[in-house]
């Protein structure tokens, strides 16, 4: 007959956690708080591992948060040999809600612990996560955060060069975040900067701005293309050149070069995390996920950060849950698609994912298996 289980759900937080443990059916027998520190975390465990052998129980914890605020405690219970689980944050906001008290540090771990007793071998065990999934999803975030970033200085610059340049700005370079645009408006801020410039020298600079690299332009081809732009240039802002170079102009000015100084910086830190990404922290995973048409770097290691492997998960349905993963019943009858029925499922862990794209499965006619996107 096998033991019982003494479930301890902890409620991680900055500086003062909340532990309570439940045994079967659904009786608290241990509700205490503790420090986020090492020597804490020990003691509780030497605690509650008396408390599991006083009972003849097996003692297995619950975690929603394994990695940020409740890394010290995953580490340490991992270290000590203990069954540490992670528990979906929408079952502890269900259990929640089947006790109908408000939320508390108290019952938020009474939840986490009742979805422990009654779930344990559908919950991916923490342990399983390791600290290359952990770099990874650091990673992204950071990657993320960046792109909001430059979002926003993209933003204000677009309102700097509007009103020195118009909207004749828009039409010099593909993207303003790109560094050939950005390098240039940093050499040229206002329109009366270009004064005294030819087609033949402002297509030098831009060349030189431009490292060499001017799209798929070669030889006399790419000198062709880059004088077109240079006379472009100077014609839309000839006019805008001769007027006064006033001090309210010359702080518009000063402000284009400091956005493009933060843009450049910015941008080359994305490329050199997104580099380590795909040269060494995804590789190094041994997963293959990015050969999926439609997953790049970023993509890939939104998933894996989030969910390490899908070994971790026992059923497949634990899985498509904490991913957020949609489910598309379809057909595939030669060149035509009949969609039957679709269903979302899930938590918001993967909130990041872009909305339209999900990870999907497709039967064909034969039975056979077929990976596929669909939109939301």
């Known amino acids: 007959m096998s033991k019982p289980i003494l479930a301890i759900g902890i409620d ?34 030497l605690r509650l591992a008396e408390l599991a052998a006083a009972y003849s129980a097996e003692l297995v914890y619950g975690l929603e948060d394994h990695r940020r605020y409740g890394r010290l405690l ?28 408000d939320k508390d540090d108290a019952i938020d771990g009474r939840s986490i612990a009742a979805v422990v007793l009654r779930r344990r071998d559908q919950l991916p065990l923490a342990n399983d996560f390791g600290q290359l999934a952990q770099a990874i999803r650091e990673a992204e975030r950071a990657v993320e955060d960046l792109s909001k970033k430059r979002t926003e200085l993209v933003n204000r610059l677009h309102l700097q060069l509007s009103d020195v340049y118009t909207s004749v700005y828009e039409t010099y370079f593909g993207k303003l975040k790109s ?20 087609s033949v020298m402002l297509s030098s600079i831009i060349l030189r701005l431009a490292n060499g690299k001017v ?6 081809d790419r000198e062709k ?15 805008l050149g001769r007027t006064p170079r006033t001090l309210a102009l010359e702080l518009k000015a000063e402000l284009i070069r400091q956005l493009c100084d933060e843009l450049l910086v910015n941008h080359d830190r994305v490329i050199r ?7 060494q922290l995804l590789p190094e995973t041994g997963q293959t996920i990015t050969t999926m048409p439609g997953i790049g770097t970023i993509l890939g290691a939104t998933i894996i950060g989030e969910t390490a492997s899908i070994t971790r998960f026992r059923p497949r349905a634990a899985y498509a849950t904490t991913a957020q993963l949609l ?7 030669g060149s035509d698609t009949r969609h039957g029925e679709i269903a979302i499922t899930g938590s918001n862990a993967l909130s990041g994912w872009p909305r339209g794209l999900r990870c999907c499965t497709i039967r064909s006619p034969k039975g056979t298996l077929i990976n596929a996107r669909a939109a939301v």
Not at 186 to 196: A, E, N, S, T
Not at 327 to 333: G, H, L, P, S, Y
Request: hydrophobic share 40%.
């Open 225 to 239: 293309f880059l004088q077109t732009k240079a006379e472009k240039i100077l014609e839309t802002a000839a006019s």
């Open 327 to 333: 489910r598309v019943i379809a057909r595939v009858d």
């Open 215 to 220: 799209g798929p332009h070669k030889g006399k």
């Open 74 to 101: 995953c580490q340490v219970f991992t270290e000590r040999g203990r069954d540490v689980r992670v528990v979906n944050p929408l079952w502890t906001n269900r259990q929640r809600a089947f006790y109908g008290q």
């Open 273 to 279: 995390l997104e580099r380590m990404l795909g040269k």
């Open 12 to 45: 991680p937080a900055k500086r003062v956690h909340r532990a309570v443990g439940v045994l079967f059916p659904d009786e608290v027998v241990f509700d205490g708080e503790l420090p986020n520190a090492l020597d804490a975390i020990k003691s509780l465990d």
């Open 179 to 198: 560094p050939i645009a950005l390098r240039f408006f940093h050499r040229f801020p206002l329109p009366q900067d270009l004064g005294g410039q030819d």
